[in-house]
C-alpha cells in the first residue's frame, strides 16, 4: 500500500519536471533564428504554433501527450544539432530530415 501512495505522490513531481522540459524544448524551438528572410518566414508558422503549445502546457495531464507534442520540434533541433564531423552523420542526418517530413513542410526540411 506504501508504494502506492509513493507512488501517487510522485507523479506531480514528475508531472512537473516534464512540463518543465517540454517549456524547454518549445522555448529553444521558437528562439530559432534564420539570417535567411526567406526561411525565417517559412518556420514563422511552425514557432507560431509551438508559442500557441507552450500556452496549453499547464493543462497536459499525461505525459504521452507531452511527448507527442515535442516530435516535430525536437527533430528540428536535433538535425540543427547534427554534427558533420560525426562518423555517424551520413546515417543519422539522413534519418532525422526523413522523421521531420512528418511534421515540417519539404521546403523547411531541406534548408535545415
Given at each position: 500500500m506504501t508504494d502506492q501512495i509513493a507512488l501517487e505522490n510522485s507523479k506531480p513531481i514528475v508531472m512537473?519536471?516534464?512540463k518543465n522540459i517540454v517549456r524547454a524544448?518549445?522555448?529553444k524551438f521558437i528562439m530559432i533564428q534564420s539570417p535567411e528572410e526567406e526561411y525565417a518566414k517559412e518556420l514563422e508558422p511552425y514557432k507560431e504554433q509551438a508559442a500557441?503549445?507552450?500556452k496549453t502546457v499547464d493543462e497536459?495531464?499525461?505525459i504521452v501527450d507531452m511527448a507527442r507534442l515535442l516530435d516535430g520540434p525536437k527533430l528540428f533541433l536535433k538535425a540543427l544539432d547534427c554534427d558533420e564531423t560525426d562518423p555517424l552523420y551520413q546515417f543519422k542526418f539522413p534519418y532525422i530530415l526523413?522523421?521531420?517530413g512528418r511534421y515540417f513542410s519539404e521546403k523547411?526540411?531541406?534548408r535545415v
Open positions: 512537473e519536471r516534464c524544448v518549445l522555448t500557441e503549445w507552450m497536459i495531464s499525461e526523413e522523421r521531420m523547411v526540411v531541406r
